[in-house]
C-alpha cells in the first residue's frame, strides 16, 4: 500500500482533526510520532529495537507506543518506514539492522497485528516525504534527498510523487559505483558511494589510518560519543593532515556521486540530511566544487543544496504522511 505524494503544503480545517501515527523502525529503536494533516507531531514516542527483534516484538513495541500517544483516541492511519529494502509487494526484501523480519510482508503481519491497515515503506522514502511535506522541500515538485548516516539512503520525488521505479528498488544512489573494484560495500559489491562517504565508510577509512589518528579518532568516539565520521571531520578541523586527506576525499566521493544523479535526473533541489550533514555543509564550498566538475551542461549555481528541516523524526513524520495519504486514496 506505498503510495508518496509529498508536497502540498499541508492541512484543510475540513480534515484538521485527523490524526496518523508513523513509525521509523531501524536496527536501535522506533521512533513514532502522532501528527495531524498539517504534519506537525502532536505526541511522539520511543521504543528500543535490536538485531534479535522478531516480528512479534516489534509489533507489541508498535502496539504500545501507539497507545501511548494516541491516550485512547482515534488513530486515522498508521504509516511504518523500515530501516532495509521494502519490495513492492509489502515484503523486507533485506535489512541488516533487522535480520528476523527479513522476507516477512511487513504491511500484512503488522496490519494483522496491530488490527488496522498500515502503509509501508523504506526509511529513506518516508524522510523524502517527510521533507516534502512539511519540510526544506516543502512545495517542491521534483528534488532528490539523500541521507547520511550509517550508510547513504535516497528517495526520489517527480512531480509531487515519491518514485519508486518498476519493481520498487527506485534510487539506491548509495549502491551506485563511483570506483570500478574499489573499497568493499556492506551490501557486497565494491566502489559504492556509501563506500566512501557514511559512518560505515569511516570506520573503514580510519583502519587504514595511521595509528596515531586511530587512537585520537577511538577516544573521541569511546570517551565523548562521537561516531566515527564525525571524530575525523573534528580532527580534520583541528588541523590534522591525514584527517584532512580523508575528509576531502569523502566531500569529493559526495559530490561525484550527487553530479551523476543530478545528470540522470534532472532535478535542481537536493536535500541532504542525516548525523553526517553537518560536517558536509561546514564545507559547502568544496562539495560544490566537486559537483561543478561533474555536472554536465549547467553550472553548480543552477542546484539549490538544502539543509534538511525534519532532523531525526523524519522517517516517522514521513510514514505518517505516507498513511494519509493511503487513505485518501480509497477514498
Avoid at 528500543?48 to 504500545?64: F, H, M, N, R
Avoid at 535489512?95 to 529513506?124: H, K, M, Q, Y
Avoid at 515519491?162 to 519493481?167: A, C, I, R, V, W
Amino acid at each position: 500500500m506505498r503510495r508518496g505524494r509529498a508536497a502540498d503544503g499541508g492541512g484543510d480545517p475540513v480534515t484538521a482533526a485527523r490524526r496518523w501515527a508513523g513509525f521509523d523502525v531501524g536496527g536501535q529503536s522506533v521512533k513514532a510520532v502522532l501528527a495531524g494533516d498539517n504534519g506537525r507531531p502532536v505526541a511522539s514516542a520511543r521504543r528500543p529495537t535490536g538485531l534479535d527483534t522478531s516480528l512479534d516484538e516489534l509489533a507489541a513495541a508498535l502496539g504500545d507506543a501507539l497507545k501511548e500517544m494516541s491516550a485512547g483516541a482515534r488513530v486515522d492511519g498508521v504509516g511504518i518506514g523500515m530501516a532495509g529494502v521494502m519490495g513492492p509487494d509489502g515484503i523486507l526484501k533485506g535489512s541488516p539492522n533487522l535480520p528476523r523480519l527479513v522476507g516477512t510482508a511487513i504491511e500484512t503481519e503488522l496490519g494483522d497485528r496491530l488490527g488496522c491497515p498500515v502503509s509501508v515503506d523504506n526509511d529513506a522514502n518516508c524522510a523524502a516525504l517527510a521533507e516534502g511535506w512539511v519540510g526544506a522541500a516543502a512545495g517542491a515538485s521534483d528534488f532528490l534527498l539523500v541521507t547520511l548516516g550509517s550508510g547513504v539512503g535516497s528517495g526520489l520525488v517527480i512531480g509531487g510523487e515519491l518514485y519508486h521505479g518498476t519493481t520498487g528498488y527506485a534510487c539506491e544512489l548509495g549502491h551506485t559505483v563511483l570506483v570500478k573494484d574499489g573499497r568493499r560495500c556492506g551490501c557486497g559489491n565494491r566502489g559504492c558511494l556509501e563506500a566512501y562517504v557514511s559512518e560505515s565508510a569511516a570506520r573503514s577509512l580510519l583502519e587504514d589510518a595511521p595509528a596515531e589518528l586511530r587512537r585520537v579518532a577511538g577516544r573521541l568516539v569511546s570517551e565523548r560519543g562521537f561516531g566515527y565520521a564525525q571524530a575525523l571531520f573534528a580532527l580534520a578541523d583541528e588541523g590534522d593532515s591525514r584527517a584532512r586527506e580523508i575528509a576531502a576525499a569523502m566531500i569529493d566521493a559526495l559530490g561525484a556521486g550527487l553530479a551523476s544523479a543530478v545528470n540522470l535526473l534532472d532535478v535542481t533541489l537536493v536535500v541532504i540530511g542525516g548525523g553526517i550533514a553537518p560536517a558536509v555543509f561546514d564545507r559547502i564550498e568544496q562539495l560544490e566544487e566537486a559537483i561543478d566538475r561533474s555536472l554536465f551542461a549547467r553550472p553548480v549555481s543552477s542546484l539549490t543544496i538544502a539543509a534538511a528541516r525534519c532532523g531525526s523524526d523524519a522517517g516517522a513524520i514521513g510514514a505518517a504522511r505516507a498513511a494519509m495519504l493511503a487513505a485518501e486514496a480509497v477514498r
